[in-house]
């Protein structure tokens, strides 16, 4: 795209291109698929793993846009489209596609796919070659969820804010459509009041590195950290809000290179915490690069999408597909009328806490507790206390348990609270006590805390607590696990044959 726009060289671009394509093309492939890590110098290339669609299919779809734009590649790279097996990841009995597939095992590894995730383009490819029915789309997973601003299909804010949702659109004219085009332009607009409720300066969420921190992964955002690719995949919808609140990102320094880079021309870097008014220093190629797209099909009338879509593969799948996915012109002018709204002038940076606020504090009813695996975990209830035991050994995944909290308001929320006693157990190390704030529809934010047989009072501040509820900050329950590792990171069973946990209190507090 930056050739075809001029901004790079015919020599400069293609031999950047050679060298990520000829490297890819020695990645060890099994029936076109390659597991989702691997080391970038190729010194280890794995044969076994798990390959998830929704981050194989921009590999392909972005060899698409390349065999439009130098032909002098359409060959190699149409030997390595026609290897794919897509077949492989469609279930007959079920006339679905599959999220992944496990290449040891040659098996799909997951069963269905969110419409609104990032794989459409991967489901396109697949109708266009002829290895599943267009009918596929009626059996893709919707799940749909009303927010204050619409109507939202799953996973919404989960696994990846804006970008779950909102990637396949810089390839595919989507932003009309009655399923995807509708929930993307909803969460983006909730995404917006959200920040006007919170009074933040910015809005724009998606899955980034944090800033100070480590990447969100999962969708686990915190509110406090923004990122500008999240609004590049919303300029289709709500360009005036879009390009205020990107010009404001560069007022607050976001274009200003990092040390060690001083003089150099510099674009937006990739997210900001607007507590602390920092930009981060860390970022990945696929951010930058939905944010080029995006600017690049705003300012050039929809280039990345007209190089995709004019594609033989593509159109081809696009025809058979039309049945299957309606539009709705009405949406366009719901997103306009949205866009034409007041674009509120929020402060430049966020206000300090007042010091007066007042603790609201509420303590849950731990008699009302339910144990996900009553076969493994039985729970007892004494003085208002609840005695966790496991009643057997066995390699089992987390000891999970939750509680109701009733409609629960969490505006304002300032930290999470548990009291503990008399952690025992033959397991090497106590742990780690993760939990999931959840709204009714199951979109939730996360926290977790470190066990430790000496210490019996945790409390976790709502800075800690990554990710976005759906249903106006209304809590609905809380789920608690037990796992050897914190959050998104090697998975190790927690089975320790022996073990018990007294949970005295649970109490979330809040600022009036």
């Not at 809005?203 to 480590?214: A, E, K, L, P, Q």
């Not at 999240?230 to 360009?239: N, V």
């Not at 280039?303 to 366009?332: A, C, M, N, Q």
């Amino acid at each position: 795209v930056a050739n075809r726009l001029g901004l790079l060289s015919d020599t400069a671009a293609t031999q950047r291109f050679e060298k990520v394509f000829g490297s890819m093309e020695r990645v060890h492939q099994e029936h076109g698929f390659f597991p989702n890590f691997f080391p970038a110098d190729l010194s280890s290339i794995p044969t076994d793993g798990v390959m998830i669609i929704s981050d194989y299919n921009i590999y392909p779809a972005g060899l698409i846009v390349a065999r439009q734009v130098w032909p002098q590649y359409a060959e190699r790279i149409g030997a390595y489209l026609d290897s794919i097996e897509w077949d492989r990841l469609y279930d007959k009995a079920t006339d679905r596609v599959v999220a992944g597939y496990d290449l040891a095992a040659e098996r799909a590894a997951f069963t269905g796919l969110w419409l609104a995730s990032d794989a459409r383009c991967a489901v396109t490819m697949m109708v266009g070659a002829g290895a599943v029915p267009p009918t596929v789309w009626d059996g893709m997973i919707r799940g749909p969820m009303e927010s204050n601003q619409g109507t939202v299909l799953q996973p919404g804010f989960g696994f990846g804010g804006t970008y779950i949702a909102g990637i396949t659109g810089l390839f595919l004219p989507e932003h009309d459509t009655e399923a995807v085009g509708t929930t993307v332009g909803n969460l983006g607009w909730f995404q917006y009041q959200f920040s006007l409720r919170r009074g933040f300066p910015l809005w724009g969420w998606s899955n980034c590195y944090i800033v100070g921190r480590d990447y969100t992964a999962g969708g686990s955002i915190p509110e406090w950290n923004v990122s500008p690719h999240s609004l590049a995949m919303l300029l289709q919808y709500y360009p005036r809000h879009v390009t205020a609140a990107l010009q404001k990102m560069e007022r607050l320094g976001g274009s200003v290179p990092p040390a060690g880079y001083e003089g150099k021309a510099w674009g937006l870097r990739g997210c900001y915490d607007m507590e602390r008014n920092i930009w981060g220093g860390k970022y990945l190629q696929l951010e930058q690069g939905m944010m080029f797209l995006g600017l690049a099909n705003f300012l050039h009338d929809g280039i990345v999408r007209k190089l995709f879509t004019s594609d033989p593969l593509i159109r081809k799948g696009l025809e058979l597909s039309e049945p299957h996915i309606k539009h709705d012109p009405k949406l366009s002018e719901r997103w306009a009328e949205r866009d034409s709204q007041p674009i509120d002038q929020t402060p430049l940076r966020m206000s300090a806490p007042r010091a007066s606020t007042i603790d609201k504090v509420t303590s849950l009813d731990l008699s009302t507790m339910t144990v996900h695996q009553p076969k493994l975990l039985k729970v007892a209830h004494e003085d208002g206390t609840a005695l966790l035991r496991v009643r057997d050994g066995g390699d089992w995944g987390h000891l999970v348990f939750g509680l109701p909290t009733k409609g629960l308001d969490i505006r304002g929320l300032d930290r999470v609270e548990f009291e503990i006693d008399s952690i025992q157990g033959n397991s090497p190390e106590p742990g780690f006590l993760h939990f999931t704030l959840a709204d009714k529809f199951g979109q939730s934010r996360a926290g977790y805390l470190k066990l430790d047989a000496e210490s019996t009072h945790y409390s976790v501040p709502a800075r800690d607590i990554y990710g976005f509820l759906l249903d106006d900050d209304t809590l609905a329950y809380i789920n608690i696990s037990l796992n050897r590792r914190p959050p998104f990171r090697p998975s190790v069973r927690f089975h320790p044959s022996e073990f018990s946990l007294r949970l005295k209190a649970v109490r979330v507090v809040t600022k009036e």
